[in-house]
């Protein structure tokens, strides 16, 4: 047998096991996995030297062509944005105030021509005649996840086209999800009025610091969306994700999974396990839902453990300065940089403070998203006939994160200055090198838009 690629000398984890074998890669995808010291003819070999070996990260979560680059443009930049993190698979929510229909294929196609990882697209339902097109939108595109916004209602619609919706409206779309195989509703869970009422003192007070956002989006009116939407799915009997869920403190209940024939699965994303509200970074710090206390930042490493958080994902928003704004009431909501956020900030205060192991983080990171996505096990696994798309870790690489080693077109970040001990050594994605030794060494783009079946 020859190969394209053979990495030996790697630790393979899986969420079960840790194996020591070598990788045969051909054609983008893993075709043997060889006792150690076994060893195969191949047009180039890589030395993992013993390190740990994970399925490339799934980042199930983050907003392309909506800030200072077209959508083609972001899937350039993010995309070399996402394998300085290990990530191999991108899972964008794309937008549209008109018919997906007619955008759609441009999209996929952005994806072929710029993209160095593959893309699995969420579609972001703000209008009703949008929910008309979602059995449309699964049947001609692959599209199997419809997402829709409880919050970004009046003063808070988004220059990017989100805009909440009412109770009535998720709900006709949870029925039209329903009657979709294997589709699944995402919702942004606040309450808006809630939020409505709590901001007022902040506003007039003219606060810029960002806990008076955070504490402005009450904690109490999160988790009520958040249970009255798992009710709506359980009524309709859908599989519903929260997504970006920053409460470590009463989410608990979400561990249950399961409500009637509804099934939930929940996101968190590396900013709310590296940043508190009260350690103020001004607008720079403006995301919803928002940073939350101490208290749950650490209460939230407990419940990745717990089974109560299932996936990561980065809601990374490109934005540069200017498109991001100044003044907290005004400014775009959203963290810059954060695909390439989810391996080190795991590592580093996971794995290094003993928080978690390294064989959750990837169920967190790959095995759990690829399952509830349905590409498991072409992603999300190292196993033969899997994708060839993996990174070597470095446990003992210190990186100090700033903007040329983040690779992505934001001109900002709360990151800048943090200290990563554990990076990504080397990023294969479908069986090419794209990341190696700090650079991004892709030649050309190789990503794919992966259409999902029932
Ligand atoms: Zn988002």
């Known amino acids: 047998m020859t190969a394209d690629l053979f990495v030996k000398g790697a630790r393979v984890v899986k969420p079960d ?128 996840s419809f997402t829709t916004f409880m919050a970004y209602k009046g003063r808070e619609i988004s220059p990017s086209g989100i805009q909440g919706m009412s109770d009535d409206q998720i709900f006709s779309v949870f029925r039209q999800v329903a009657k979709i195989l294997g589709a699944i509703a995402i919702v942004h869970c606040e309450n808006m009025e809630m939020i409505e009422l709590h901001q007022q003192p902040f506003i007039a007070a003219n606060r ?72 103020d970074r001004g607008v720079m710090g403006k995301v919803n839902p928002p940073l939350r206390s101490v208290e749950h930042v650490e209460a939230l490493w407990q419940r990745l453990v717990d089974g109560t958080v299932d996936v990561l994902g980065s809601d990374h928003c490109p934005f540069t300065k200017a498109v991001k704004g100044t003044d907290l009431w005004s400014a775009r909501a959203g963290i810059t940089a954060g695909s390439a956020m989810i391996l080190p900030v795991l590592l580093t205060e996971g794995m290094r403070r003993g928080r978690l192991g390294i064989q959750r983080v990837v169920e967190l990171t790959s095995a759990n998203a690829a399952r509830l996505f349905g590409l498991y096990p072409r992603k999300g696994a190292l196993e033969v006939g899997s994708d060839a798309d993996l990174v070597i870790v470095d446990l003992d690489r210190e990186v100090k994160v700033d903007l040329r080693t983040l690779n992505s077109v934001v001109d900002f970040s709360p990151y800048e200055g943090w200290v990563a001990r554990g990076w990504a050594d080397t990023t294969i994605a479908g ?6 030794k700090g650079e991004v060494v892709a030649e050309r783009p190789r990503g794919r838009y992966l259409a999902r079946g029932g």
């Open 431 to 436: 069986g090419q090198v794209v990341y190696e």
């Open 208 to 279: 810029q610091d960002t806990a008076a956002w955070s504490d402005a989006r009450p904690v109490f009116g999160e988790l009520e969306a958040i249970r009255r939407m798992v009710a709506f799915a359980e009524a309709v009997g859908i599989e519903l994700l929260i997504p970006h869920m920053g409460v470590g403190l009463g989410s608990e209940f979400l561990r249950q999974k399961a409500w009637g024939r509804g099934r939930v699965a929940t996101e968190t994303c590396p900013h709310y396990l590296l940043f508190d509200k009260d350690t």
């Open 17 to 144: 096991a840790v194996v020591e074998c070598g990788l045969a890669i051909r054609e983008g995808v893993i075709v043997a996995a060889l006792a150690p010291g076994e060893t195969v003819d191949a047009r180039r070999t890589i030395d993992a030297g013993g390190r740990y070996v994970l399925p490339g990260l799934l980042d199930t979560h983050l907003h392309l062509g909506t800030a200072a680059q077209s959508f083609d443009g972001d899937c350039a930049s993010e995309s070399r944005h996402a394998v300085t993190g290990g990530v191999t698979t991108l899972l964008p929510f794309v937008i549209t105030r008109g018919s997906y229909v007619e955008v759609l294929p441009e999209m996929q196609k952005a994806v072929a021509a710029g993209s160095l990882v593959d893309m699995v697209f969420h579609a972001i339902i703000t209008r009703e005649a949008q929910i008309e097109e979602i059995p449309r939108l699964a049947h001609e595109f692959g599209v199997r």
